[in-house]
């Protein structure tokens, strides 16, 4: 029986500031690992199978990230029974500005282009599984698993042209985001060694999705020259719903020269609801010269 456990934190300048830490313990049927880390440094770590911490990639802009974890294995003296249980949740919080300036410069005259990018994003990402395994004259799997993505986002894009110090244009381009999956599975399997040295699989999968995406894009040009603009304000919804059902059945013909012939039958049934709709809120009457916020929508689908 053995344990192993480590834990760090930090605190720098800038409100920057890190700390995780992981426990494990494990016997010779056992094993229990729990990990949690949280920090604003653009640092994405998740523990390896002995407690050390492997680093990732840095993000572009600001990354704050929260993140917590757990596996249990548990066999039985004879091992032949086996269960594996993981569970892991992340939350990623990214905020990103990029300034531009560009210039094109022409015979007739030069042409400068200042934009700022803003962005800021927010995110959920978990995950759960079991493994449950069988070894007999009967060999068993079972997998289960189910991952649930929930993310949230906003964005600005702000740009001015020039020619010459005079102004041409200016675009503004907002986007709200929201949006959400959830997947669930089981695998269960099951393969028989006859004792003239075929096998005989049977298996049997379910899958189930269902999904949403909601989005608002503003579009708004001004030309400065004539006094004219143009004005886009669309909504879309998307949501989505499938199944899938799969089962094998299959004999495996093993010859003594080393070859392997397999006869399988397999039988699927799947299904998918799939609505995409998008509205131009421009169109409504009084609409473009209210005080809206980019995500009101009017009372009622109705009038939209």
Not at 65 to 82: F, H, I, P, Q, Y
Not at 117 to 145: A, D, I, K, W
Not at 186 to 200: Q, V
Not at 268 to 279: F, G
């Amino acid at each position: 029986r053995s344990y192993v456990a480590n834990a760090e934190g930090g605190y720098g300048t800038h409100e920057r500031y890190m700390g995780r830490l992981f426990g494990l313990r494990f016997t010779p049927h056992s094993r229990f690992s729990l990990y949690g880390n949280t920090n604003n440094t653009n640092s994405y770590l998740r523990p390896g199978s002995d407690g050390e911490w492997m680093e990732s990639n840095l993000n572009s802009g600001r990354l704050a990230t929260k993140s917590a974890g757990m596996e249990l294995m548990l066999k039985n003296r004879d091992e032949t029974v086996t269960n594996r249980l993981t569970a892991n949740a992340d939350w990623r919080d990214n905020d990103l500005d990029t300034r531009k300036i560009a210039s094109t410069f022409l015979p007739s005259g030069n042409n400068t282009t200042e934009s700022l990018l803003s962005s800021r994003s927010n995110g959920l990402f978990s995950f759960v599984s079991n493994s449950l395994e069988f070894m007999g004259p009967v060999y068993v799997n079972s997998y289960t698993g189910w991952i649930y993505i929930k993310s949230d986002g906003i964005s600005s894009d702000v740009s001015s042209t020039l020619a010459d110090s005079m102004h041409i244009n200016t675009m503004e381009k907002y986007n709200l985001g929201k949006g959400y999956r959830s997947t669930l599975w089981e695998t269960l399997s099951a393969t028989r060694k006859l004792p003239w040295g075929d096998n005989i699989d049977l298996a049997v999968t379910l899958r189930y999705e269902k999904s949403n995406n909601r989005s608002f894009d503003n579009y708004n040009v001004l030309y400065h020259l004539s006094s004219a603009s143009d004005i886009q304000e669309q909504y879309s919804d998307a949501p989505t719903e499938d199944y899938r059902v799969n089962s094998t059945a299959a004999y495996n013909l093993s010859l003594l020269s080393g070859w392997n012939f397999n006869l399988e039958y397999q039988l699927t049934q799947s299904y998918r609801r799939e609505q995409s709709s998008r509205y131009r809120l421009d169109w409504l009457a009084g609409w473009p010269d209210g005080n809206h916020a980019i995500g009101e929508l009017p009372s009622t689908r109705d009038s939209m």
